[in-house]
């Protein structure tokens, strides 16, 4: 009996061990469907995108394999980096499309911007051409420069006046521009300056006025120019113009003439010396020839005489004949010191001549590479260099009417030169230019002014 009980009870253990096996196991489909159903909820907007996504990557990953070259198992360590290399990305230019070069070696776009400065300098010189025959009749006894652009024809301008009108606006004040202009004009020998405070109109305070004048006073004075001296008038350009308020506009540029009359004396002329010209452009017109254009620097110049074109180009002077004679469209007998002429010359084609040449008396100057001057280097306030330069500095030097790259030799005291210093130096330029002793120079780099200086002594 004890033997069958154990055995009842062992049955009825096996049973209930068994019993939640066989329960979980008659319900696989509901488990599924459970699951499924949760998945559903899960996956029901973000899931589905990220879904998307992945099988999306899956397809790409599925088309590379099959663009891929098949594994050889033959293949050398030699094949293998030949393929790599092969693998490598080959730049490709973005103006023409083609690979093998960059955007900044691209034949098609260095062609282009050639291209693009050369109608850029036919434009020029038509506008120049337009803007001469359209100047109207007038005679000057002074020549004035009207300073308000920063760039090469200001210096030249600037070193062929006798006097200048600086034209400083009201609300900004004094610039560093006006800075630049400033000390350009003391550097090139402008020897007189007035000044017009422009923009008046848009200024309601009056002590403000007060306040820039007396800054541009001070500014004036640092530089040298008479400050307390120098007349300011204040107007407003744009009311001259269109005639709304005649104290601040017409009224305003009658004081402004008035004073030009009374502080920039008439100036004395060198006429007693050898012709000398510097060229500022060159025309060519069709069934006459070539014509130069400039400012007589000193002595006089009739329509027969022979000349000679120096500077610039290589080889020995050009010598040609001034067959005629003209200023503001008229023709005249000759040209004297201090008139901007036209010279009408025999024989020559337009690209025989350019602008830094002079025309000069045969025999009465010489060009030179090398020369020794005293220089001055602007600081950074004043618009110049922020750092030193050191021996073989390479500036643009503007002499006269020329821009001429050159190269600078430092003493051997002297192993390098901060800005605002002042420096004796060695200068040679890559081009001959006529020099001689008291000659003033600007130094430019970068489009902007770095010094200044005189010739002290050419060197053969």
């Known amino acids: 009996m004890t033997h069958e009980l154990i055995m009842k009870q062992n049955s009825e253990e096996e049973v209930k061990k068994k019993k939640p096996i066989a329960l979980k196991s008659t319900t696989p489909r509901q488990d599924i469907e459970s699951e499924e159903s949760d998945d559903e909820e899960e996956y029901d907007e973000e899931g589905m995108a990220m879904l998307a996504r992945k099988f999306r990557k899956f397809m790409r990953g599925k088309k590379r394999l099959h663009k891929r070259k098949p594994f050889l198992k033959g293949s050398s360590s030699k094949e293998k980096e030949k393929d790599k290399e092969k693998k490598k990305e080959v730049p490709i230019c973005y103006e023409c499309n083609k690979p093998g070069h960059f955007k900044i070696d691209c034949p098609e776009l260095k062609w282009m911007t050639r291209k693009l400065k050369k109608k850029t300098l036919m434009a020029e010189w038509s506008e120049s051409e337009e803007s001469s025959l359209e100047e109207e009749d007038q005679q000057e006894t002074a020549q004035i420069c009207y300073m308000a652009n920063d760039d090469e024809n200001m210096i030249t301008g600037a070193a062929q006046m006798d006097g200048g009108i600086l034209v400083v606006s009201a609300p900004d004040g004094p ?63 744009l009311s001259a113009l269109q005639g709304t308020n005649d104290e601040i506009g017409r009224q305003a540029i009658l004081k402004l003439m008035d004073a030009v009359d009374e502080y920039i004396p008439e100036p004395v002329r060198q006429l007693d010396k050898p012709f000398l010209m510097p060229i500022e452009d060159v025309f060519s017109i069709q069934g006459r020839g070539t014509v130069v254009t400039g400012r007589v620097e000193q002595g006089t110049i009739k329509a027969g005489e022979d000349v000679e074109i120096l500077g610039i180009m290589q080889g020995g002077p050009i010598k040609t004949t001034v067959t005629g004679v003209e200023m503001f469209k008229k023709v005249l007998d000759h040209g004297l010191a201090g008139d901007n002429v036209g010279l009408l010359l025999r024989g020559l084609k337009r690209g025989d001549v350019q602008r830094g040449q002079v025309v000069c008396k045969p025999g009465s100057l010489k060009t030179y590479k090398r020369f020794e001057a005293e220089i001055y280097v602007l600081t950074k306030d004043e618009g110049g260099r922020h750092t030193a330069f050191f021996s073989n500095y390479r500036p643009q030097f503007y002499m006269r009417t020329a821009d001429v790259t050159g190269k600078v030799e430092l003493p051997e005291n002297v192993k390098m030169v901060m800005p605002g210093d002042n420096v004796t130096a060695v200068f040679e330029l890559i081009s001959p230019v006529p020099l001689e002793a008291g000659q003033r120079f600007a130094l430019r780099e970068g489009g902007r002014t770095v010094g200044a200086g005189v010739v002290s002594k050419v060197i053969s």
């Open 175 to 237: 610039m560093p521009q006006t800075k630049e202009h400033i000390l350009l004009a003391r550097q090139v020998g402008v020897p007189s300056l007035v000044c017009f405070l422009n923009k008046v109109d848009a200024v309601d305070d009056p002590e403000l006025l007060e306040l820039v004048e007396m800054e541009l006073r001070e500014l004036l004075s640092f530089y040298k120019f008479p400050g307390d001296e120098i007349p300011i008038i204040q107007g407003s350009a």
